[in-house]
């Protein structure tokens, strides 16, 4: 068992540390301090999941949109607001070009008949057909 929690030892590493670090550089001192150094893939898979959301949901660490990782106190209000209100611009604008897409779609039919691609050998599906035992292989 731990002596402390990951993000206890990321936030003594990010102290030490006089610019912010990657999260895999920064990840990888955690489990150093921490002495996880012989970890499974899944194992290591399960800490750095659990590592990085906790990162996000502490209020004490700082994303600076790259995966560059440093304390939230070093950076004055108006950087982490224009920081987040870039990362939420961002998402609208993937969300307006993927509707964008949706939307040039809406014109077109789809006609079954006219699609020869199609593999015939697959069976049709039958919903008025009731299944009984005989349907089954066991």
């Known amino acids: 068992m731990l002596e402390k929690s990951l993000t206890e030892y990321a936030y003594e590493v990010l102290q030490e540390e006089v610019a912010p670090i990657s999260f895999s550089e920064l990840f ?38 790259s995966n560059q990782w440093d304390l939230r106190y070093r950076y004055p209000e108006k950087i982490v607001i224009e920081s987040r209100e870039m990362s939420s611009s961002d998402e609208d604008e993937e969300e307006s070009k993927e509707e964008t897409a949706l939307e040039g779609n809406e ?29 089954f292989s066991y």
Do not use: C, Q, W
């Not at 399960?46 to 996000?56: D, K």
């Open 28 to 65: 990888k001192k955690v489990l150093e301090r921490a002495g996880l150094t012989e970890l499974t893939d899944d194992e290591l898979k399960t800490y750095m999941t659990r590592f990085y959301t906790s990162l996000t949901i502490d209020g004490k660490f700082f994303n600076l949109n």
């Open 107 to 135: 014109d077109e039919e789809f006609d079954e008949e006219s699609n020869d691609d199609e593999d015939d050998s697959e069976p049709e599906l039958d919903y008025d057909h009731k299944k009984t035992s005989d349907d």
